[in-house]
């Protein structure tokens, strides 16, 4: 892929704590998206990010979870008080500013969460 | 009911097989359709993104669309041990496929 970074790739934690994974789109990406893919599933949308804005957030759960996408620096999911269902592969992935995205998103390699 | 139905496989084939992996879907907003590679333990791979019904082909790949029946193909020629992976279709209802529909995957073996 044109390079989508996270961060980090592997994270455990235990019921209760927070869990933050970070996402660098593509250089010169102002569009961010996180989903969310359990064990034989596919991708289940979560959220769309713009810089400092967020889109659409019709796919995150109600409670706990929350993302970001500041002026500087990386998009941020955060999951508060882990509970053993946040056990997943979260992935990001990232298009240009225009207005056909299309064939110009890429996904990074994913953000593989175990709580124990 | 979910909205993305995929055939669920696993499928095995042998080196240089025709493949046809299949898509389902029930919401008639749906005008964008794509089909993602994924490796294992890794992220989605764009192979094929196409608007409304029709064909689309690209090398070993053809993509085909029926919106009347709310069916999609991607077929792969002369399948390769390289093309063993899991294969995801996704369809949005606008240009920004960033915010996709996707189906479970089909997982697929090319054997030598």
């Known amino acids: 892929n044109a390079g989508v970074m996270q961060n980090p790739r592997h994270l455990v934690r235990r019921r209760g704590q927070e869990a933050r994974l970070r996402c660098s789109p593509v250089k010169g990406h102002s569009h961010v998206y996180w989903y969310r893919q359990l064990p034989e599933e596919g991708l289940k949308f979560m959220v769309y990010?713009?810089?400092?804005?967020?889109?659409?957030e019709s796919g995150m759960p109600k409670e706990r979870f929350s993302a970001e996408f500041p002026k500087e620096g990386p998009s941020i999911l955060r999951i508060q008080q882990v509970v053993r269902g946040d056990s997943a592969a979260y992935f990001c992935a990232s298009s240009p500013p225009s207005g056909y995205s299309g064939n110009t998103i890429y996904f990074g390699e994913g953000s593989w969460l175990t709580v124990v | 009911q979910k909205e993305v139905e995929q055939d669920p496989g696993p499928l095995s084939v042998p080196e240089g097989a025709i493949v046809s992996l299949n898509c389902t879907y029930s919401n008639s907003a749906f005008q964008y359709f794509m089909w993602y590679r994924q490796y294992s333990r890794k992220g989605p791979e764009l192979l094929m993104y196409t608007y409304s019904s029709g064909n689309k082909e690209d090398g070993r790949f053809t993509a085909q669309v029926d919106k009347s029946s709310k069916y999609i193909s991607l077929f792969i020629r002369d399948s390769q041990p390289s093309d063993s992976a899991t294969y995801l279709c996704a369809m949005s209802a606008n240009t920004n496929a960033g915010k996709s529909t996707f189906g479970d995957g089909t997982t697929l073996t090319v054997k030598p």
């Open positions: 990010l713009q810089k400092e804005n967020i889109i659409d």
